[in-house]
């Protein structure tokens, strides 16, 4: 791709959220409790790494923000009908189908964490929420674990689905989402186009 044909889309911010993100939470997801501090570690990571993004969703660079691309269900929907087809626009920033993407993995890891700093309270009597646990273990450690690791696996499997998504989308449109997503580089235009 010559150096005119490129257009810079995603800020180093963007690139290093997203590949610590998918780092800790692979690291988080393989180690489970057979390596508590480390699982503990990444989880912590994960929800840190989750509120700078929700910030850089407000102030970041264009790309970036939240409102270029979260879109109503309706255009969600049709953009995944006309993937599905092999005809849908391409978008320079995040299509509406990888803004919505976006969201459910934000929001499902926001629930994994949360509810992992209740399990670890409840369970371990340990970390910032331990104050909401008068004893260690029981109804609640369990309870809480059970949600939390439907959610870590329903996270799992919003991961394939975008990896999916993502090479579909570069196959559909002849470019690299990947390598965009680690030199933060696009072409101006596709092969679609």
Same mark, same amino acid.
């Given at each position: 791709?010559?150096?005119?044909?490129?257009?810079?889309?995603?800020?180093?911010?963007?690139?290093?959220?997203?590949?610590?993100?998918?780092?800790?939470?692979?690291?988080?997801? #393989?180690?489970?409790?057979?390596?508590?501090?480390?699982?503990?570690?990444? !989880?912590?990571?994960?929800?840190?790494?989750?509120? #700078?993004?929700?910030?850089? !969703?407000?102030?970041?660079? =264009?790309?970036?923000?939240?409102?270029?691309?979260?879109?109503?269900?309706?255009?969600?929907?049709?953009?995944?009908?006309?993937?599905?087809?092999?005809?849908?626009?391409?978008? #320079?920033?995040?299509?509406?189908?990888?803004?919505?993407?976006?969201?459910?993995?934000?929001?499902?890891?926001?629930?994994? !964490?949360?509810? !992992?700093?209740?399990?670890?309270?409840?369970?371990? =009597?340990?970390?910032?929420?331990?104050?909401?646990?008068?004893?260690?273990?029981?109804?609640?450690?369990?309870?809480?674990? $059970?949600?939390?690791?439907?959610?870590?696996?329903?996270?799992?499997?919003l991961v394939?689905? =975008?990896?999916?998504?993502?090479?579909? $989308?570069?196959?559909?449109h002849g470019?690299?989402?990947?390598?965009?997503?680690?030199?933060?580089f696009k072409?101006? =235009?596709?092969?679609?186009?």
């Amino acid at each position: 791709m010559s150096e005119l044909n490129k257009l810079k889309v995603w800020d180093p911010l963007v690139r290093v959220f997203h590949w610590t993100l998918v780092l800790a939470f692979f690291v988080a997801f #393989i180690t489970e409790e057979d390596f508590l501090d480390i699982h503990v570690f990444a !989880g912590y990571l994960i929800l840190l790494l989750l509120v #700078i993004r929700v910030v850089w !969703g407000f102030v970041g660079t =264009h790309y970036a923000r939240f409102s270029e691309f979260v879109y109503r269900p309706t255009v969600v929907m049709q953009f995944v009908k006309d993937t599905l087809a092999l005809k849908a626009k391409r978008y #320079i920033g995040h299509n509406p189908a990888g803004g919505a993407m976006i969201i459910a993995l934000m929001v499902s890891l926001v629930i994994t !964490g949360f509810t !992992g700093l209740l399990v670890y309270a409840a369970a371990e =009597h340990a970390g910032p929420l331990v104050g909401w646990f008068t004893s260690k273990g029981g109804f609640w450690a369990e309870a809480w674990e $059970e949600v939390h690791e439907f959610f870590a696996n329903f996270t799992m499997f919003l991961v394939v689905v =975008h990896v999916i998504g993502v090479l579909l $989308e570069s196959l559909v449109h002849g470019e690299n989402l990947v390598t965009a997503m680690i030199t933060g580089f696009k072409s101006r =235009h596709s092969r679609s186009d």
